[in-house]
């Protein structure tokens, strides 16, 4: 009995001491046969897209490719706790553009700078290739960018004499007289900050700026401030949403109520990709317990957000980037997803299916409708959120959520912001 | 062997016995908990955040973590929030479950039948498919809960936003946690009713004690120890409450104001990275937890030896 206990204490130490110094060394590892593990974010990469990586994959060295879908509420506590681990990692994964820095300054990813010409090199998004660089190094690439714009229903706005604003005082003014009891002139939830920021960089305010080595919360700014005073109106005057709601689906709001037969919101902002479920609705002929819906150009319509003096307003850059796990023992098969992931084919693939492409060469690929140039325009002047190393714990806190929360609810804007200056001050720098 | 020789020896095996017999329960204790337990502590006087969560080496602060929960005024709230549920939640189950169990015990086999499989049904639902359903009947917009609420005359409950203040909040988490645990005290209760004697009770009843005096008088101390472990486990478990508090947030809020102890510590260590202030919390809730329950572990000790 007790040698048996002292083999096990030997090969467990002996594992230990394994695990410790087993430094991947991707020129001598081949990627044959390799089965790796992808997470993807939510539902944005569509099946077709999957089951492409799932061949090529395969095609390309004999293993298997498993994709697991993570929800983004959970994901940076999922990453957290699974990225050290080499027996959990996934071996590539989608990660927030906005948690990049922060991961990629603790060293989760592998460097994959002998790969960044081959990927594309400059032709990647420039702003999110540097959330996921440091000190030169390429970690985390850009895996695809979204951006936000309005969605209008033309024969609300029509009903009451207004045109499509092209200043971002007349959208406020505009939605502001197109709420009714039943109706949100513009709908946006309280806490929705990835939305309401919009506002805040329109007036030229920041959420944090960098002095010196470190980072300090800017939300005490008169710009900021401007920004926030002009959505704490917007909020309250315009918007039925409840404060307590973030990021949602507010397109359920802007198609017909089926009980009511008229729309719940004359006015939303949702990522592009949301025209898909925006329109008329009619049963599904394959399931007819869902609807689908149909775009309808006499009554939806679609524009940028205006700025504060005409043209685009910088909107929330939406979108994600991809890296190798550094704890991942299958460093040579995930080299070869990335190539598959920035060859030109899924690339191409990505714009058809609305998602800007992190190469930027293939952009064409998202075609010329309405949609495709309102999600070029709004993304030419996007904007990111501070690469900060703490950001990650900053957006995980919940910090956000609560201070837009407290000031659509009415607080006194100047005070919050000072509360809540200190208090992501004490997260930012990591 | 002579009568007195043999139980030497019977009282010498009984003597070791339950000593050998403990081992399996102590062995899996210290496996399963003492890991994580003293990886807590440890961590608990680390500065630990992501940096070290990916390899770097933690550097000891001793009573550092400590000291900025002592002073910080928002833990206390939530502290404050997460003792004043815990009683509430715990009591209000016990009471219910209670008067569920002399129910179950004064109607006929197939009244009780009935009971105890719709009990059990609530007992036996997974807690995320339960609160799946529990949050569309407090939906805002199409939920029963306002639906019904509203028909009553001068009540205005359309799109009453049950989520939207930390008090209605609660209050829904309060009500669904009542749900789920008041069929394992009502069955608890139950068992230990079956367990007071129809004689003492007839006698009582002979002697002109009226129900409430009977139940007062006489059942309630007979079934004391039950009530007492059934309240205690009720107090620790309605204390760590975390899952339906998590999926109520993800249907409402996430902002701190809607916090207990549970979801405070999970976002301070998975989602804000900072390990070491969380395990200094979890280790206050532990202390919480044993203060809670030393008084009824003493008296149950107390009983034991009685």
Redesign the interface.
């Known amino acids: 009995m007790k040698r048996k206990i002292g083999l096990v204490a030997a090969a467990t130490a002996a594992l230990v001491v394994l695990a410790g110094c087993s430094t991947p060394a991707p020129a001598e590892q081949s990627a044959d046969g390799q089965n790796i593990t992808l997470w993807l974010m939510g539902g944005d990469t569509p099946d077709t897209l999957r089951d492409f990586l799932k061949t090529e994959y395969a095609d390309a060295t004999g293993g298997t490719l498993t994709i697991e879908q993570q929800d983004w509420?959970d994901a940076?506590?999922k990453l957290?706790?699974a990225?050290?681990d080499s027996e959990n990692t996934p071996d590539v994964t989608e990660i927030g553009n906005t948690w990049s820095p922060?991961?990629t300054s603790?060293?989760?990813f592998s460097d994959i700078t002998d790969m960044y010409v081959e990927l594309g090199g400059n032709s990647l998004l420039p702003s999110f290739v540097e959330v996921g660089a440091v000190d030169g190094a390429n970690f985390a690439l850009p895996y695809y960018f979204g951006s936000r714009y309005i969605f209008m229903r033309k024969d609300v706005w029509g009903a009451a004499g207004l045109e499509i604003p092209t200043t971002l005082p007349q959208f406020n003014e505009g939605v502001v007289k197109l709420k009714t009891d039943t109706q949100s002139g513009f709908y946006i939830g309280g806490?929705d900050w990835r939305n309401g920021v919009s506002w805040i960089f329109a007036n030229g305010g920041e959420l944090a700026k960098k002095e010196g080595d470190s980072w300090m919360s800017s939300l005490s700014d008169a710009k900021t401030i401007e920004g926030l005073t002009q959505l704490q109106t917007v909020y309250q005057d315009a918007s039925l949403a409840?404060?307590?709601e973030?990021d949602s689906t507010p397109w359920v709001n802007i198609n017909n109520n089926a009980a009511t037969g008229v729309p719940e919101a004359a006015t939303i902002i949702a990522p592009g990709w949301a025209h898909w479920s925006i329109g008329d609705l009619a049963p599904d002929p394959k399931d007819d317990t869902k609807t689908v819906a149909t775009w309808n150009d006499a009554t939806f319509g679609n524009f940028v957000l205006p700025g504060v003096d005409g043209g685009a307003a910088p909107v929330f850059a939406g979108g994600s980037n991809i890296a190798v796990s550094?704890a991942s023992k299958n460093q040579a098969g995930s080299r070869e997803l990335m190539k598959i992931i920035f060859s030109e084919e899924y690339q191409n693939m990505l714009g058809a299916n609305g998602l800007g492409p992190a190469n930027l060469d293939y952009a064409s690929s998202l075609g010329d409708d309405q949609f495709a140039t309102a999600l070029s325009e709004s993304a030419a002047n996007s904007k990111l959120t501070p690469a900060a190393p703490g950001w990650?714990?900053v957006e995980?806190?919940?910090?956000l959520?609560?201070f837009f929360?407290k000031v659509n609810g009415g607080g006194d804007i100047p005070a919050l912001a000072k509360e809540y200056d200190a208090k992501i001050d004490d997260?930012i720098n990591? | 062997m002579s009568a007195d020789a043999l139980t030497r020896v019977n009282n010498r095996r009984g003597i070791r016995a339950p000593h050998l017999l403990l081992i399996p329960a102590i062995a899996i204790l210290v496996l399963g908990m003492g890991y994580p337990v003293i990886w807590q502590i440890v961590t608990s006087f680390q500065e630990y955040g992501l940096k070290q969560q990916f390899g770097q080496a933690p550097s000891f602060v001793g009573l550092d973590n400590y000291i900025t929960l002592a002073t910080d005024p928002q833990l206390w709230v939530v502290v404050g929030k997460s003792l004043a549920f815990c009683l509430i939640t715990a009591f209000v189950t016990l009471g219910l479950g209670t008067l569920l169990a002399l129910l179950m015990s004064a109607v006929t086999t197939t009244a009780r039948l009935v009971l105890q499989v719709a009990l059990l049904l609530a007992w036996s639902m997974p807690v995320v498919s339960a609160m799946t359903v529990w949050i569309w009947l407090f939906d805002r917009r199409r939920g029963a809960i306002n639906y019904l609420l509203d028909m009553v005359p001068g009540v205005d409950m359309n799109r009453f936003d049950w989520l939207s203040t930390p008090f209605t909040f609660l209050l829904v988490a309060s009500i669904i946690v009542v749900w789920m645990s008041v069929p394992f005290v009502s069955f608890s209760v139950y068992a230990g009713l079956t367990q007071v004697s129809d004689e003492v009770m007839e006698a009582a009843q002979l002697d002109g004690a009226t129900g409430w005096q009977r139940f007062w008088g006489i059942i309630l101390p007979m079934i004391r120890p039950v009530i007492s472990i059934v309240l205690l486990l009720q107090l620790i478990w309605d204390l760590r409450v975390f899952t339906q508090i998590k999926l109520l947030q993800d249907a409402g809020s996430k902002s701190g104001d809607y916090d207990l102890l549970g979801t405070y510590i999970y976002k301070l260590g998975t989602s804000a990275q900072d390990f070491g202030m969380a395990s200094a919390v979890s280790i206050l809730v532990l202390g919480i937890t044993i203060a809670l329950s030393w008084f009824y572990i003493r008296s149950l000790l107390k009983e034991d030896v009685a």
Not at chain 1, 396 to 399: A, E, H, P, V
């Open positions: 509420s940076l506590s957290t706790t990225l050290p922060t991961f603790v060293g989760a806490e409840p404060v307590t973030a550094a990650a714990a995980g806190s919940g910090l959520e609560e929360g997260l990591g």
